[in-house]
């Protein structure tokens, strides 16, 4: 076998490759550069709330001191991101690399008198705890919860344009009481809602009290600080919340919360996309060509509905993550191990498969239309479906003593169950009922598609 050279430095994630764009903005904070932005940010800021606190004889910096030295992580860029990466090349340890890099940047800032305060009294974890609630935080309201936001939207819309047209239902996948389009998509739009208002609401958690959580180096060197109202000042002051009875790791309950309540999500989301995916075989709705697309390779008439099965995909994808992120943070031996650190690196993966289906979900609800007709054409061709009125009618008439007729259920049963009944058919079986004549009347006045009760009004609520 003739060997091939090897091919040029290629991504080994789709995520980093065919579907970067879709994913990209993600990167800015769940990639390895944007978590090193987030350690500086922590590093930084801690040197500020040391200074502020005129601690160990210092003196508040100056304004235009501490926006220098905020620079260094809101200006973080290639130059940065070059430097860590050969910095751990030797230290072999990422937190102590951003260490160092601050430490270089203060003495280029004229402010090494402070350089022995950055990272003091901390364990990597301090930093990565605060580092890590920073980046999720960011990346879910910024990123994920947004891109959520926008297919709940557009469920929404489709739901209110949708609310009259009645469509036959199929529980079990079978014929069954009609609803309308909808209204079946109103529900996937209220379970959505329900569980991003749960996710919106989600606590990020650090701790900030050194190597085993007992604050031990900070009281040893100023035994009169109240070292646990500083760290909670300084981590809430970040706009995180604050966990003081930790190990030498933050426990992360609150990633495995979140994650649980993404995976969630997912679960609906994958239920829509297979909902839709059957909507379209069956032909209530016609899918948008795309210009210039190729639907089949070989079949010249088909356009596949690809945008349903990519996201139906990537949220299997992102659920298996996502399970394992949680089923691995939940668990540290002892007061630590390292488990949790190559667990943490898959975050962005995890989320990238989920934006990754969102997108292909709202592109998806973009390109389809709805087949009325067809929708008409199954409803007229189910009559049977009004068993369900018929029989819970001759109920409520037996019960006001205007009818008889005892089992109505067995009744209609013998009627319909196994056979197809027409409308025709069904008007005599009904004009033969021994019941009132204003129950009589409305039933004849009933068809498949005005048996939808309040579905459009629930459509639009």
Not at 30 to 39: I, P, V
Not at 349 to 356: C, D, I, R, T
Not at 433 to 450: F, N, S, V, W, Y
């Amino acid at each position: 076998m003739t060997s091939q050279p090897p091919l040029p430095a290629q991504p080994l994630s789709p995520l980093d490759g065919r579907y970067r764009a879709a994913v990209s903005p993600l990167a800015d904070y769940l990639s390895e550069a944007g978590l090193n932005r987030a350690r500086v940010e922590v590093e930084v800021e801690w040197l500020i709330a040391l200074t502020d606190r005129s601690l160990f004889g210092t003196t508040p910096l100056a304004d235009a001191d501490k926006q220098r030295l905020r620079g260094l992580y809101r200006d973080f860029g290639q130059t940065e991101i070059d430097w860590l990466a050969e910095k751990e090349a030797v230290t072999r340890h990422d937190v102590k690399a951003v260490e160092y890099l601050v430490r270089d940047r203060l003495a280029a800032l004229g402010l090494d008198a402070i350089a022995e305060l950055t990272h003091f009294a901390c364990t990597s974890e301090d930093v990565n705890s605060a580092a890590y609630a920073l980046t999720v935080r960011r990346a879910v309201e910024h990123v994920w919860l947004p891109a959520l936001h926008g297919v709940i939207e557009r469920l929404r819309e489709l739901a209110a344009e949708h609310a009259d047209a009645a469509m036959l239902s199929r529980t079990h996948g079978q014929p069954a009481t009609p609803s309308t389009m909808g209204k079946e998509l109103a529900v996937f739009a209220a379970r959505l809602e329900r569980v991003a208002t749960q996710i919106a609401g989600s606590a990020y958690l650090a701790k900030f009290s050194g190597a085993t959580g007992t604050w031990s180096a900070h009281l040893a060197a100023d035994p009169d600080a109240d070292w646990p109202t500083i760290a909670r000042e300084y981590i809430e002051g970040m706009g995180i919340g604050f966990n003081g009875l930790t190990t030498q790791i933050e426990p992360h309950d609150w990633q495995v919360e979140l994650y649980d309540r993404v995976r969630h999500a997912g679960g609906i989301l994958h239920n829509l996309a297979t909902d839709v995916w059957t909507y379209i075989s069956l032909g209530y709705f016609a899918q948008i060509p795309v210009a210039g697309a190729t639907g089949s390779s070989t079949m010249p008439h088909k356009v596949n509905p690809i945008r349903f099965e990519n996201a139906e995909a990537n949220l299997e994808l992102s659920a298996a993550l996502l399970g394992s992120l949680s089923q691995t943070l939940v668990t540290s031996r002892l007061q630590r191990d390292l488990t949790d650190s190559t667990t943490q690196r898959n975050i962005g993966v995890a989320f990238g498969h989920s934006l990754l289906a969102l997108d292909n979900l709202r592109r998806g609800l973009n390109e389809i239309s709805l087949a009325r007709d067809v929708l008409r054409a199954d409803l007229d061709a189910n009559w049977e479906v009004l068993a369900e009125a018929i029989q819970t009618v001759i109920r409520a008439e037996v019960v006001a003593g205007r009818s008889t007729i005892s089992d109505p259920y067995a009744l209609l049963k013998e009627l319909t169950r196994g056979h197809r009944v027409g409308g025709t058919e069904l008007a005599a079986f009904v004009r033969g009922l021994a019941i009132g004549d204003e129950a009589k009347q409305r039933l004849l006045a009933l068809t498949p598609a005005t048996y939808t009760g309040f579905a459009e009004r629930l459509a639009t609520n």
